[in-house]
């Protein structure tokens, strides 16, 4: 028997139900059983903390911030009947590479069955071990901090989930009624497949999940001042905004990026931030330079702590001039048949005449 489709995140709207798919195929006849995953209470959920505590939304964080030399354990066997499933969400937020948050799961006879780790600026991921055999499980996991340094919260997190069959829920198709209680952003979903020979396979973990609008404005003295702007995006809760090509123009402005607040003293990190509500992004300018004169070249490159540059005995156009620079620059040229024309700057010296 194998799954042919996957359960997919499945956008969750105001007022309209979200449905989740899967696709197996064997021969005879195959049942299905959808299954919802709820956090594991601190009081039901059976876990031994050293020095983690749990918060009002059923998130574990280590309490250790700034503790050097110092791990924080938390514990939980798990029970497994039938069809098991051993499943948590993690992040961290800690200096990378040196302050770790790591799992080891043992099973029956101290047999490993998975371990990973990661530091750094980590989001929400979710772990999930599956079809495990019948037997007591060992989850261990520890937040250890070595002999230096700090950063960012300096913690790791943790959300346990606990599996929950849904009623009627038994064809390939799963349908999560708009005014269901299980509608809510980021309730997770899964199917169990068996065949008549009682073999089984378990899906991946799909989720629902809120799409928010990424608009992007473009700063300048009107937003008619500004041209090739993006149309706003709709963006899931949690990913990241796929880099944009797109680069908008503004006369005598050079575009510099994308960023927060209008003032443009907020970067946005198209490899790090992620969505988590409706933002707007602003667009950052600086005026454009076009020199032709040697004394108006020589004032531009002052300003940006230029000590030395050479320049042909032609006049050149630098509407392109941009970027961050060394203390002596070159320009790189090329013969278009109508004469020297600047081509790109680089580092190393040319024949020319020296400007400042």
């Not at 198709?173 to 005014?179: G, I, K, Q, R, S």
Request: proline share 3%; net charge negative; aromatic share 10%.
């Amino acid at each position: 028997m194998q799954i042919t489709e996957q359960p997919q995140n499945c956008v969750l709207a105001d007022g309209l139900d979200a449905t989740f798919r899967i696709t197996a195929t064997d021969r005879g006849n195959i049942v299905y059983q959808w299954y919802t995953l709820q956090p594991i209470p601190a009081v039901a959920g059976g876990m031994v903390a050293d020095q983690w505590a749990l918060n009002a939304d059923a998130v574990w964080q280590s309490q250790i911030q700034g503790q050097e030399n110092t791990t924080a354990t938390l514990s939980k066997t798990i029970s497994v009947t039938e069809h098991g499933v051993v499943l948590f969400d993690w992040k961290v937020d800690s200096e990378n590479n040196y302050d770790i948050l790591s799992y080891p799961l043992t099973g029956p006879e101290n047999i490993l069955i998975g371990e990973a780790s990661i530091s750094g600026e980590k989001d929400w991921a979710t772990i999930a071990h599956s079809d495990l055999p019948v037997g007591n499980y060992l989850l261990t996991i520890q937040y250890e901090k070595d002999g230096s340094v700090d950063s960012g919260t300096d913690s790791g997190y943790i959300r346990m989930w606990s599996s929950v069959a849904l009623e009627g829920a038994t064809t390939n198709v799963c349908t999560v009624a708009a005014n269901s209680e299980y509608a809510q952003e980021g309730q997770a979903f899964y199917c169990l497949v068996t065949d008549e020979s009682s073999s089984f396979v378990r899906s991946d973990v799909a989720r629902l999940v809120k799409e928010y609008t990424v608009t992007f404005l473009g700063n300048g003295t009107s937003e008619t001042s500004v041209e090739n702007l993006l149309e706003p995006v709709s963006v899931s809760t949690g990913a990241l905004l796929v880099s944009l090509s797109k680069i908008p123009t503004r006369e005598s402005f050079v575009f510099t990026g994308w960023y927060q607040n209008a003032l443009g003293t907020q970067g946005w990190d198209f490899a790090k931030n992620v969505i988590t509500k409706d933002i707007a992004l602003y667009a950052k300018w600086k005026e454009a330079v076009s020199l032709t004169g040697s004394q108006q070249m020589a004032e531009a490159f002052a300003s940006i702590n230029i000590q030395k540059a050479y320049v042909l005995e032609s006049d050149i156009d630098f509407t392109d001039f941009s970027g961050s620079w060394p203390n002596e620059i070159y320009l790189n040229t090329v013969l278009d048949g109508q004469g020297h024309c600047l081509q790109n700057w680089q580092r190393s010296a040319i024949m020319g005449k020296e400007l400042v």
